[in-house]
């Protein structure tokens, strides 16, 4: 049976996101042969799932990939979703929704993974924190 669609559910799916790109970026053999794109790639989905999740908590729908757009609809219910940083680690996260293709043009390397990683820990914890559950990457704010 699946799991339900309640908040909780995304914010696990989203926890298991960041940790799989912690260890894979964290590992030793051979680190030049990491698999930048799938870090990136849950780095992405890690912010996704957490916006929707913040959106389920408020009764709100959760549609779509689009970063942007989903930070925006939660903007509705909490203004402080349009703090510009968050924004920026939505835009930087949306730009490698297509690392996981061959076809994919951006740099996907080291830095950019490290990048993807932090912007995901802070979307994560901000949006933990709106849901009651507290920072578990960061204790400093946006």
Known sequence: ?????????????????????INEMSRVVNPKS??????????????EKMLKAYL???GTPAWGHDLEMLRSEC???DTTFNASRLINH???????????YPDFT???????ATRGINSAKRV??????????????FSITL
């Open 106 to 112: 951006m740099s996907v390397d080291a830095s950019n």
């Open 75 to 77: 903007a509705k219910h």
């Open 90 to 100: 939505c835009v930087f996260l949306s730009a490698f929704i297509g690392a996981r």
């Open 34 to 47: 990491r698999p930048f794109e799938g870090i990136l790639y849950h780095c992405q989905q890690c912010a």
């Open 124 to 137: 994560y914890d901000f949006v933990s924190e709106k849901l009651g559950n507290g920072r578990e990457f």
């Open 1 to 21: 049976m699946p799991p339900t669609n309640t908040w909780q559910t995304w914010v696990q799916y989203a926890h298991n996101d960041i940790k799989i790109a």
């Open 56 to 58: 389920i908590y408020k």
